[in-house]
């Protein structure tokens, strides 16, 4: 998740949004949960916070408490009606969006999780995904799930505690259990929890398990046996934008549930990237970018994921294809903590404008391996084409230029699998204050770069789709019409300069390859 609350503009609802009505969208993100009223123009009304404990139980374990998080959505979303004056009458609906892949089992009749929720970076997993490839690898579930074997999905977390909490598959094959990822466990505690509340997610969600199959949309019992999760622990799969309930007590009592969206996905329909071709791409610690495929399924050869990218109702689901980057906002940070070259972020673009180019060097931050399209895990960083001419503001030159050749990389994957050429790239998320990165951007994918006026377009998206699900917007054209640009950056760069530069990148990455042997 990114959190650029820094950006974020607050009024008071008498001053421009006149008297409503709103909608609200909750973000249950990996370090913090918000709330966020929009104004029918998808402006910010008011927006409420909460941070909650990272647990660190062992070294690649990630931990959530789910009843410190229950209790602190329930806290944000007071927090954010009272900061905005208004009452759920005025109300329309409210949307979710959420950290994804974040996997919880919960007793269906006291409400209580019966273990920490296994968040999405959490590596546990990593020796059952091998067992569980067989002699086929990584691939074995891909065709029908668009995901590859890997710890962050949610399949193999739920075996995992299976397997490793006492009498927990007995209870879960009597039918006590229930599994979410955050979405399912916040809709469920909204809308009643104990006392009647809905067990759903949305296709989204339901794409990032591994359970779920893309050609039918509905859970795979094949796949559900092989990993070994029982099929009544699952939730009912519903689309992105539908009433799913309404909210049980609280200030919100009686409004209508209407939304839920993975946090990248609801960054792409935030974004309005509504057609094929249209693609957005998030820019925090890591780098998440999600290109619109239409109503195809285009399985990647590139190291890319297919994902669901939303489904709107009864309307046929829109796919997308995606490709994450570990290390890019968390290289500023480097610089900054562990290098000491720069004192604070925003430092980093004046110390790499005061020089013309990199002065031939080159910088693969692949601090923990490199991520889409290579997932090499032997990868580590590596610095190449040094020279004594090489100084500091090159080495800053060379950090911004990393974030953008790796942007460079997704695009170019996303076009041979789709055949689809990028017509422009919506950014989002804290580095896109970066002008020079920017600029940077659109010279190396050779297409323009576009930032929005309101950058919290993760829960913007939720609100979007909760709003069409009660008709508080009529149509996709009425949101496309909200959305507003605040810059665009189009490409300079010489092509046979933006070839060669590009040539010596890929050059470095191969350095970067091969470091960690297999024994260490």
């Given amino acids: 998740m990114t959190e650029n609350t820094n950006e974020t503009e607050t009024h008071s609802p008498t001053a421009s949004h006149g008297t409503g009505p709103f909608i609200a969208a909750i973000d249950q993100g990996t370090t913090s949960s918000r709330c966020i009223v929009f104004d029918r123009d998808g402006r910010i ?6 941070e909650h404990e990272q647990i660190f139980p062992k070294p690649g374990w990630v931990e959530h408490d789910a009843a410190e998080i229950w209790a602190n959505v329930q806290e944000v979303v007071a927090g954010a009606i009272d900061k905005a004056g208004i009452t759920s009458a005025d109300v329309k609906a409210i949307g979710i969006t959420n950290q994804r892949e974040t996997t919880l089992l919960w007793d269906k009749t006291t409400g209580e999780p019966v273990h920490n929720a296994i968040v999405w970076q959490d590596t546990r997993t990593d020796a059952l995904c091998k067992e569980l490839g067989r002699n086929v690898g990584q691939d074995r579930f891909r065709r029908e799930t668009g995901l590859p074997l890997a710890s962050y999905f949610a399949g193999p977390k739920i075996r995992w505690m299976l397997d490793n ?8 094959e009597r039918g006590e ?14 809308t009643g929890g104990t006392q009647g509340g809905h067990h759903v997610t949305d296709v989204t969600n339901a794409s990032r398990t591994m ?3 893309l050609h039918s949309m509905a859970w795979d019992e094949k796949i559900a046996s092989s990993i070994g999760v029982p099929m009544s622990v699952l939730p009912e799969i519903r689309s992105s934008a539908e009433v799913y309930g309404h909210v049980k007590g609280g200030v919100l009592d009686g409004v209508p549930v209407a939304s839920a969206l993975g946090d990248q996905q609801a960054a792409l329909f935030g974004q309005t990237c509504f057609s094929e071709g249209e693609a957005k791409s998030t820019y925090g610690t890591g780098t998440f970018m999600l290109l619109n495929t239409g109503d195809k399924i ?3 050869y590139s190291g890319l994921v297919t994902t669901v990218g939303y489904q709107i109702g009864d309307a046929k689901p829109v796919f997308a294809l995606e490709g994450s980057i570990a290390v890019t906002g968390s290289l500023v940070q480097w610089m900054r903590d562990q290098m000491g070259l720069i004192k604070s972020a925003a430092e980093i673009e ?12 080159y910088f693969v931050p692949a601090f923990s391996g490199l991520f889409a399209p290579y997932w090499r895990s032997d990868a580590r960083g590596v610095i190449a084409g040094l ?13 911004l230029e990393a974030t953008a050749w790796q942007t460079r990389e997704i695009t170019d994957a996303m076009t041979k699998d789709s055949g689809v050429e990028l017509t422009a790239l919506k950014v989002d998320g804290g580095m896109t204050s970066n002008n020079l990165l920017m600029q940077t951007l659109s010279d190396f994918v050779d297409a323009p770069v576009v ?36 810059a665009e950056w189009t490409p300079r760069m010489d092509a046979d300069r933006r070839d060669r530069e590009y040539k010596s990148w890929l050059k470095a990455v191969q350095r970067s390859m091969g470091w960690i042997d297999e024994e260490n």
């Fill in 45 to 50: 009304v008011s927006v409420d916070q909460k």
């Fill in 165 to 172: 909490v006492d009498g927990l598959r007995e209870r879960a």
């Fill in 177 to 190: 259990i229930l599994f979410g990822t955050m979405d399912s466990w916040v809709i469920w505690n909204l």
């Fill in 211 to 213: 359970l779920m199959n």
């Fill in 298 to 300: 285009i399985n990647s």
């Fill in 350 to 361: 004046t110390l790499a404008s005061s020089v013309e180019d990199n002065g031939g060097a």
């Fill in 387 to 399: 020279t004594r001419y090489v100084t500091k503001a090159h080495i800053a030159r060379a950090v």
């Fill in 451 to 486: 930032r929005p006026m309101v950058a919290e377009t993760t829960c913007l998206g939720a609100a979007y789709a909760a709003g069409l699900a009660v008709g508080f917007w009529p149509d996709t054209d009425a949101l496309r019409a909200n959305w507003r640009r605040a």
